[in-house]
């Protein structure tokens, strides 16, 4: 049977707070970081402190953050706290997020929470790649955002990112999830059994990208509960929003190992 692997993005919306006795996964030096692609944590300190110079600078913060005022402000004092604020699991971090929520991780089985916590990996502006029980502290950093002397979020990290992801998935069914922003930092170099992607088409015939997240999060939610490793597995399924696939629609790229599904509005 073939490994699988669910690639997610990370949310906007995070729960702030978390664990002030956590280990601290900043130092890389430590044998109790809690952080399964620690080979990272260079990077991250150093994008890290790019950031910090970003701010300090005070220019294009508007820009950087994608907000204004109160939430400017907010999103100013997480990034500069980063080092010593609070941690907790990526997964918690993130589940105010619509897709965190649609994947009902509390309402899954105790066998599909760990099939989710272990399979599935989350690309993030800040931290590169993470796993749903990594620790982190709240932050704020979107992946197509620019810093001073660094550039580009996503081309600093797809080097590094791609190296860890392409022997990761290596062998596996990859459950892709992520918008163009995040797949941006992947050089993918087609190490996986298969990569599927799925296409939701609402009943006016178009593609569904507004309202997308809940729809993906909900069929994560049903690849760990029933431990879905090949499209076969999703013919006979109806989605909770109404959607099934299209088998006629559905195409697979013989280089490329990449099966586009989609799914139609009955």
Do not use: C
Request: glycine residues 8%.
């Amino acid at each position: 049977m073939s490994r699988f692997s669910i690639l997610l993005p990370p949310s906007e919306g995070k729960n702030a707070g978390g664990n002030p006795f956590a280990p601290d996964m900043f130092d890389y030096r430590s044998s109790s970081t809690f952080n399964y692609f620690n080979d990272l944590n260079p990077e991250r300190r150093k994008l890290i402190n790019h950031l910090h110079e970003t701010i300090e600078a005070g220019e294009g913060l508007e820009d950087l953050f994608g907000v204004k005022g109160d939430n400017l402000e907010e999103a100013v004092d997480v990034n500069k706290g980063v080092y010593k604020a609070p941690l907790m699991s990526a997964l918690d971090r993130y589940s105010p997020g619509v897709l965190y929520k649609s994947m009902d991780f509390v309402g899954l089985p105790t066998g599909a929470q760990r099939r989710l916590l272990e399979n599935s990996i989350i690309f993030s502006g800040l931290f590169g790649l993470l796993r749903p029980d990594d620790l982190i502290p709240n932050y704020r950093l979107r992946m197509d955002a620019s810093l001073n002397g660094l550039g580009k979020v996503s081309t600093y990290w797809k080097p590094q990112l791609s190296e860890q992801l392409n022997k990761t998935v290596e062998g596996h069914i990859v459950w892709n999830m992520l918008p163009q922003i995040h797949r941006a930092a992947w050089d993918d170099a087609h190490t996986y059994k298969q990569m599927v992607e799925v296409q939701f088409i609402n009943e006016e015939g178009k593609s569904v990208t507004h309202g997308v997240k809940p729809l993906r999060g909900q069929l994560v939610n049903y690849v760990v509960r029933e431990m879905i490793e090949s499209v076969e597995g999703l013919i006979e399924w109806k989605h909770p929003a109404g959607y099934e696939i299209d088998e006629s629609a559905t195409t697979t790229d013989e280089e490329t190992k990449i099966t586009s599904i989609v799914m139609v509005k009955r």
